[in-house]
């Protein structure tokens, strides 16, 4: 088995979004990361997303997981506010960024199975109710936001496990089973340029640069083993 371990890394963003309201923890110091949609996750048409299964913010944006793949969004704020830190940890994003802009990167994972299982795991013990739901729904009631969430079997023999990192941001890791082939692990990025910088790989976007990695590998047995990034096209 090979674990393949990623982690978000974010530089030249305008407005930090990191370790903001993410919630009590349980398991040591592990926050609760990912919050469910139950509808309260919605378009710039107020129309719901039931296409997202889990949002949260890590390092400088807001992420949406979907059954298929990401939805990465970066603000920008036209007028920023300058308030202490321990306020700004209690704004919402909308009150961050006033009259703000967003920009959206898309990552869309290939060939992946239709079977794919998602589960959630480590609950919150407490819960969040959202009225801000969208005309004739009913709100989003007792919403519960989680420490880990798995996709199993993405592709053959292979999952993602997503879990916040030592900074409160989201990271990922992927998980190779016996039988499976790192190979089948490739994703379509739209909206951003990509290259391999080091052990990088670096997503240029109109708001600033987003880095992932560096890429390491290991065996079952902690043996370390050499892995890279490849950019087609």
Same mark, same amino acid.
């Given at each position: 088995m090979y674990i393949l371990k990623e982690r978000w890394l974010f530089g030249f963003l305008i407005g930090l979004l990191a370790n903001s309201a993410v919630g009590r923890t349980a398991h040591g110091s592990t926050p609760y990361l $990912?919050?469910?949609? &139950?509808?309260? /996750? &919605?378009?710039?048409?107020?129309? #719901?997303?039931?296409? /997202? !299964?889990y949002s949260g913010e890590s390092g400088g944006l807001v992420f949406h997981l979907q059954k298929g793949g990401m939805l990465l969004?970066?603000?920008r704020p036209k007028i920023p506010k300058i308030v202490s830190q321990s306020d700004y940890q209690r704004l919402s994003p909308a009150e961050r960024f006033p009259g703000g802009q967003i920009y959206r990167v898309d990552i869309v994972? !290939?060939? *992946?199975?239709?079977t794919v299982q998602v589960e959630a795991r480590? #609950?919150? #013990? =407490?819960?969040?109710? $959202?009225y801000n739901v969208a005309e004739n729904m009913e709100p989003a009631l007792s919403v519960r936001r989680y420490q880990e969430v798995i996709y199993r079997r993405l592709w053959e023999g292979i =999952? /993602?496990? @997503?879990t916040p990192g030592e900074k +409160?941001?989201? &990271?990922y890791t992927w998980v190779v089973h016996v039988g499976g082939n790192p190979g089948h692990i490739r994703w379509h990025v739209a909206g951003a340029q990509v290259r391999i910088e080091g052990t990088y790989l670096v997503?240029? *976007?109109? @708001? +600033?640069?987003?880095?992932?990695? #560096?890429?390491?590998?290991?065996? &079952?047995d902690g043996r370390e083993v050499p892995v890279c990034w490849k950019v087609v096209g």
């Open positions: $990912f919050r469910e949609n &139950k509808g309260q /996750v &919605k378009d710039q048409y107020w129309r #719901p997303r039931s296409d /997202v !299964l969004q970066l603000h994972w !290939l060939g *992946t199975q239709s480590y #609950p919150s #013990p =407490d819960w969040e109710n $959202f =999952d /993602v496990v @997503f +409160g941001e989201m &990271k997503y240029e *976007t109109p @708001f +600033g640069e987003m880095r992932e990695g #560096p890429l390491r590998a290991w065996q &079952k």
